[in-house]
């Protein structure tokens, strides 16, 4: 024997109930948090809601860590770091009992998933620290009653939806599978439609953070400034035609999704369809309310989402 095979590391391999209990770790996880997502996951093969649920539960700590607002932002910064370095550590087979990491690096060797794009999800969750509060708790205030733009066009926009919604796209059609290249950018712009509807839905809560996602060209193309978003009061009739803007390319955005769908394997098409018809009847119902997400926030009641993935569980059986 050489030295070098000798003194080679021995490659950690959890047992089968080490991985069962991981999983079910990652699926309690998802249960809890997930919501509108979780929907879609229960339409999914088991071995492939597993999956999704460890990706799932590794992107929900990551969040955990970003909004943490007991820390300063440094600290969430080396906080990341320090899960991204664990992460690393698990995927080069050192021994870890971390359930989300021992379930998330079978799923990632299982489905090929490459190790980018995990790192690009772990990224993607730490964009908005540029938006925490400031230590100063009076400034805080300012920077909530006077958010500015964050974005000057609406590419700019689209960079940061890459990072924090695309790239989950990304990472749920190599679980899902397909083998036409096309399947790529059409799961980037379906990402993007989902996040843009969250920020369309979520615009009081977020200017109430500081935090102002539609880029300036838009806003001075619809004659509005930032401050119009955090008045006390809002016009909405003044406010209307830039949600209006962004939920017309969210809609534009949904039509990549459905041509997506016969693109990833059949036992998959589903919980696809699930996901987007779930988050795009979210958008209409924000549209049939002309745009009012300024009061009680708009969602899907349990029932409507239940009614969806019965739909998607029909269309897997037949």
Not at 108 to 122: F, H, K, S, V
Not at 167 to 195: H, N, S
Not at 213 to 233: I, K, M, N, V
Not at 252 to 266: F, K, Q, S
């Amino acid at each position: 024997m050489t030295a070098a095979v000798g003194n080679a590391p021995i490659q950690f391999a959890p047992t089968a109930s080490q991985l069962e209990m991981a999983y079910s770790v990652c699926r309690s996880i998802a249960r809890a948090t997930a919501k509108n997502f979780y929907y879609g996951f229960m339409v999914l093969p088991r071995r492939k809601r597993n999956a999704l649920s460890a990706v799932y539960a590794f992107m929900r700590h990551c969040d955990d860590i970003a909004d943490d607002t007991t820390l300063s932002r440094d600290d969430r910064q080396n906080r990341l770091a320090e899960w991204l370095d664990k992460v690393h550590r698990a995927l080069a087979a050192q021994s870890t009992d971390d359930p989300v990491l021992l379930a998330l690096v079978d799923t990632q060797r299982t489905y090929r998933i490459p190790i980018g794009l995990l790192d690009q999800l772990a990224f993607g969750t730490a964009a908005d620290l540029d938006y925490s509060q400031p230590e100063n708790p009076g400034d805080a205030v300012l920077v909530a009653g006077l958010p500015t733009a964050r974005y000057q066009t609406f590419e700019e926009l689209r960079q940061y939806c890459y990072g924090v919604a695309s790239v989950v796209g990304l990472v749920c059609i190599k679980i899902f599978g397909y083998r036409d290249p096309a399947a790529e950018p059409l799961a980037e712009r379906c990402g993007l439609a989902f996040q843009l509807t969250n920020i369309i839905r979520d615009v009081k809560e977020d200017v109430g953070m500081g935090r102002l996602y539609f880029p300036q060209e838009d806003l001075a193309q619809c004659g509005l400034s930032a401050a119009d978003l955090a008045a006390p009061r809002i016009d909405l009739a003044r406010v209307r035609p830039l949600l209006a803007l962004e939920a017309r390319r969210a809609l534009d955005c949904y039509r990549a999704g459905e041509e997506l769908i016969p693109l990833v394997n059949e036992d998959s098409q589903p919980a696809l369809w699930v996901l987007i018809t779930i988050y795009r009847r979210l958008l209409e119902k924000i549209i049939a309310q002309q745009y009012d997400v300024f009061g009680e926030r708009v969602q899907l009641g349990v029932r409507e989402k239940l009614t969806v993935m019965g739909k998607g569980i029909l269309k897997r059986l037949l």
